[in-house]
C-alpha cells in the first residue's frame, strides 16, 4: 500500500504462509483483506507504515466498468503473467484521514510468476493511459536472454480488448534516482512527468503526460530496473523498508 503527496505512507511487510488465506472471493495476507461484494472489490487495510511505524487502515473500494480475460505472458514459458483485470474502473478511498478520502478513475491489474523478476528481466516500463474509448496500456520488456517484448493494448469500457498500433519509445527525463525512463508518444512529442509518486534506487512510478494518435493523455507510469535491485548494496537497504513478520499467523 502506498499513498503518495503530503504526509505519504508506504507499508509493504513479508509474511510466512501461515498468514495467507485465500478462496475464490477472497485474498487475505495478514490482517488485510481483498474480497469480491456482488460486481465490486473490496480492498481492507490494516497494516503499519515503514519506516514511521503508523497505522494505515481504511478501505478501497474498485467498481469496474468491466472485467477482462486478458492474460499476458511476459515469458515464452508463462513464468511470469500481466493480468488486466480492471483497465477502467471508478474507486472509493476512505482511510480515515484528512485528505485521504475520495473518489475517482483508476484501475486494477496484477503481476503473476513463478520465478523472481530479477531472474527473468532486466529492465521493464509499464504506462496505463484514459483515453477517449476506455484506456491504453504499454508493456515494454527487456529479457535477460536478450530478447525484447513490446505489449501495446486498447481496451474499451465494457472489457473488450484489440492491439493498438503503439507509437515509438520516447525518453523522457530521468527519475529522481537517475532511472532511465521511457514511454510511448507521438513521433515529434516528448512525455513529461506531471505528478511525483515513488522514488526508490530501482523503481519510479509518477504521473506522465504524453500523446498517443493525438490525443494528450495522463496517466500512470512505471519503470524497473532489475539490475540495481538485483545489486547486494541494495538488499540492506530493502531490510528497513519492508520487515519480516514471517510467524504471524490467523488467531481464528
Excluded at 508518444?185 to 519510479?204: C, E, I, S, W
Aim: hydrophobic share 35%.
Amino acid at each position: 500500500m502506498a499513498t503518495y503527496g503530503p504526509g505519504g505512507r508506504w507499508t509493504m511487510t513479508d509474511r510466512g504462509r501461515s498468514a495467507l488465506r485465500q478462496s475464490p472471493e477472497r485474498f487475505e495476507v495478514g490482517p488485510s483483506v481483498l474480497h469480491w461484494d456482488g460486481d465490486r472489490l473490496v480492498v481492507e487495510i490494516n497494516e503499519i507504515s515503514t519506516p514511521h511505524g503508523q497505522r494505515v487502515q481504511g478501505t478501497v473500494t474498485i467498481h469496474p466498468s468491466a472485467l477482462t480475460s486478458v492474460e499476458v505472458p511476459l515469458t515464452a514459458d508463462g513464468a511470469h503473467v500481466w493480468r488486466p483485470f480492471a483497465p477502467t474502473a471508478e474507486i472509493e478511498v476512505d482511510l480515515g484521514k484528512d485528505g485521504w478520502s475520495w473518489r475517482g478513475h483508476g484501475y486494477f491489474d496484477a503481476n503473476f510468476g513463478t520465478r523472481a523478476l530479477e531472474e527473468d528481466f532486466g529492465y521493464w516500463t509499464w504506462g496505463r493511459y484514459p483515453t477517449r474509448v476506455g484506456t491504453a496500456s504499454f508493456y515494454d520488456v527487456a529479457r535477460r536472454d536478450g530478447s525484447d517484448l513490446a505489449v501495446a493494448l486498447s481496451f474499451g469500457r465494457d472489457g473488450s480488448v484489440e492491439t493498438l498500433e503503439a507509437p515509438p519509445k520516447t525518453r523522457f527525463s530521468r527519475s529522481l534516482w537517475a532511472i532511465k525512463r521511457e514511454t510511448r508518444a507521438d513521433p515529434g512529442t516528448k512525455p513529461r512527468q506531471v505528478k511525483h509518486m515513488l522514488d526508490a534506487p530501482f523503481y519510479n512510478r509518477c504521473g506522465v503526460e504524453t500523446t498517443l494518435h493525438g490525443e494528450r493523455v495522463t496517466g500512470v507510469f512505471e519503470a524497473l530496473d532489475l539490475d540495481r535491485f538485483r545489486g547486494p548494496w541494495l538488499m540492506p537497504m530493502l531490510a528497513v523498508r519492508v520487515p519480516r513478520r514471517s510467524k504471524w499467523a490467523f488467531k481464528d
